[in-house]
């Protein structure tokens, strides 16, 4: 199917699926639930014009009710327009369209975003992946945009890959710009003339670099859009026959937003969506490199949810790394430590750190102009986390960091399990299995020791919080007494399915991924996660989202593992809004009717 035919049966599909399920929230809970009675009149009030009142049990920046008043100005038309013009009409006439139904609706829209953001992002990760296969694989042709790099003391260029041939790479490097590393560490620019004709024939004039923004390799080392358009333009193909989301994209982004999690919120008034609308949209400006762009997109992604706050550093670390150590043949200039193989699973090296870390501090100038936007809302918000006590509003002492170790191993063995389709196909299973008895064979002492800190996190560090135990609304609760609870011996004896999910997560993700990338994007799901003392479901969003997104499909398989995974989402979808909607139940000592949520 095409692309276009695919993206109007689906929407077609979407508006109907969504209108329905809305409706039937509306007409079997009328009245606000859970979290909703405390963002449902706060928003409210906003809507009244009263942005002096605050709830002091919310928790979170008002980032959802500006993002519901901002939206409901355009879904009705005109309340904008008077909003500004007659502000003293207000509380008459803007109040009644911050109904229960309305403010739902925008968690609605919010997911709906998500899907074109979602398909944006697979677009960018697959393109890198694609390039960054090319170059491990040694198939990568030298394109218009390559670039030697040659060292002040030794005048040879580098060859492009896979060329054994000195006359093939002489008349390959015809007309390329060559960079030097000065004595001074910048990078110099000398042009040559000429073109360099591509393996389908095409002509390609050498763009020229000079004029580029200088970053912190000189000129040449562009942050901006050359620097993001440089990337992928060496690998196999054509780019031009690849500059719009495939009808592949497409397919995964549909299936993600269907990720029960994520989509059962959508239908209420909870800050879930929007916060996954705006990581995403701050991590797809990093992946184009504007990161001004990012920097705004952080503070929205701040206010919907603080412990967002992590996810801005992530992007900061993956786009430094980006534009500080790119890939070979990206276009910008690269140091040994680029040579070696990107996409196998060794371990981030202290060296590797060390000579990135280095790498910023002796181009700090061109770091802080690229990123000081990034680094400055990060600052911000640590300046306010400590003169607030915390990272929280209100409910402080419901809401009291903790040091919650075993929080990071639920959060992978459940993206694990959400990822079955791709983590439990038999070649990857066979892969892994592989991989980890040659581990145990190769290095028994660290397998050992993995092992044991594993088991004292979980001995040590396990939290049952009040409201895991006590509220038996939630999935968490009857995970945690069906399975946890049966036997104290439990907890121990899940500790090697932990690590089997943590190690088949990190092998997938390094067949398109960037050691550096896989460490910080553990890091920052430990960061957000481990400090959280409760167990809910959607606290996994965001690193099931960028596993997702950044974990390849099987190359001849890749059509049927993506509607294994969609259906497999929708059925769940399914039996979660059957069981909230159908399925209720009473508290005898609280009045109202209580529903299954995830």
């Known amino acids: 199917m095409e692309m276009a035919s695919f993206s109007r049966v689906y929407w077609g599909a979407a508006t109907v699926l969504y209108v329905c399920i809305a ?8 009245q ?4 909703e009675i405390f963002h449902i009149p706060q928003c409210q009030a906003f809507c009244e014009g009263r942005f002096s009142y605050w709830d002091p049990m919310i928790t979170t920046f008002p980032g959802l009710y500006y993002a519901a008043l901002f939206l409901l100005s355009f879904l009705y038309p005109g309340t904008a327009a008077f909003q500004l013009l007659q502000g003293k009409f207000i509380r008459s006439t803007f109040r009644p369209l911050c109904s229960l139904f309305a403010l739902r609706f925008v968690n609605i829209v ?3 975003v998500c899907l074109l953001l979602f398909r944006e992002v697979a677009f960018e990760v697959r393109l890198r992946a694609e390039h960054l296969l090319a170059v491990d694989s040694g198939s990568q042709e030298l394109g218009s945009g390559q670039i030697a790099v040659t060292n002040g003391v030794e005048s040879q260029s580098k060859k492009p890959i896979g060329s054994n041939d000195s006359k093939t790479y002489r008349e390959a490097n015809k007309g390329k710009e060559t960079i030097s590393r000065a004595g001074s560490g910048k990078l110099s620019v000398a042009k040559r003339r000429g073109t360099h004709h591509t393996e389908n024939g095409t002509a390609a004039a050498i763009e020229d670099l000079t004029g580029r923004k200088t970053g912190p390799g000189g000129p040449g080392y562009e942050f901006g859009e050359a620097a993001y358009d440089s990337i992928g333009t060496a690998s196999v193909g054509d780019l031009q026959n690849r500059r719009q989301p495939s009808t592949e994209d497409f397919f995964k982004a549909a299936a993600l937003v269907l990720y029960p999690p994520h989509f059962f919120f959508a239908f209420l008034f909870y800050t879930d969506v929007g916060s996954t609308a705006a990581i995403a949209a701050m991590y797809l400006a990093t992946l184009r490199h504007r990161f001004w762009v990012a920097a705004l997109l952080a503070v929205v992604a701040i206010f919907f949810r603080q412990t967002n706050v992590v996810w801005a550093l992530f992007v900061t670390c993956t786009g430094a790394t980006e534009v500080l150590w790119p890939l070979p043949g990206s276009g910008m200039p690269s140091d040994r430590l680029d040579k070696r193989s990107l996409n196998k699973t060794e371990s981030v090296s202290p060296l590797a750190l060390w000579a990135l870390a ?5 181009h700090r100038t061109a770091v802080l102009r690229t990123f000081g936007p990034l680094l400055f809302v990060i600052a911000a918000f640590v300046v306010f986390a400590v003169r ?10 419901a809401h009291k960091m903790s040091l919650h170790m075993p929080q990071f191993l639920y959060c992978l063995a459940f993206v694990f399990c959400a990822l079955a389709p791709v983590q439990l196909l038999p070649a990857h299973v066979s892969h892994v299995s592989a991989y980890g008895i040659a581990r145990v064979k190769r290095s028994p002492g660290r397998t050992l020791a993995l092992l044991l800190a594993a088991l004292a996190a979980v001995h040590w560090f396990t939290i049952e919080h009040p409201y895991l135990l006590a ?3 939630h999935y968490p609760f009857y995970l945690w007494r069906w399975i946890f609870k049966r036997h104290v011996a439990v907890k121990y004896l899940l500790v090697p399915f932990y690590l089997y999910a943590a190690t088949s997560l990190v092998l997938s993700l390094a067949k398109t991924q960037r050691p550096l990338w896989i460490f910080f994007y553990l890091m920052a799901t430990f960061g957000v996660l481990v400090p959280a003392p409760l167990i809910e479901f959607r606290y ?3 690193p099931f989202f960028l596993a997702a997104l950044h974990v390849p499909m099987p190359s001849k398989r890749r059509r049927p593992t993506l509607l294994l995974q969609l259906v497999l989402f929708a059925i769940l979808d399914i039996g979660a809004v059957s069981l909230f909607l159908r399925r209720t139940f009473e508290w005898p000592h609280e009045s109202g009717t209580q529903r299954y949520m995830w």
């Open 471 to 473: 509220d038996n609304r």
């Open 32 to 35: 606000a639930y859970m979290d």
């Open 388 to 397: 607030n006590g915390g990272i929280v509003l209100g409910a402080k002492d």
């Open 110 to 112: 919010l997911s709906l």
């Open 23 to 30: 409706y039937a929230f509306a007409k079997e809970v009328p």
């Open 540 to 542: 996994f969003n965001v």
């Open 358 to 362: 280095k790498r910023a501090w002796t």
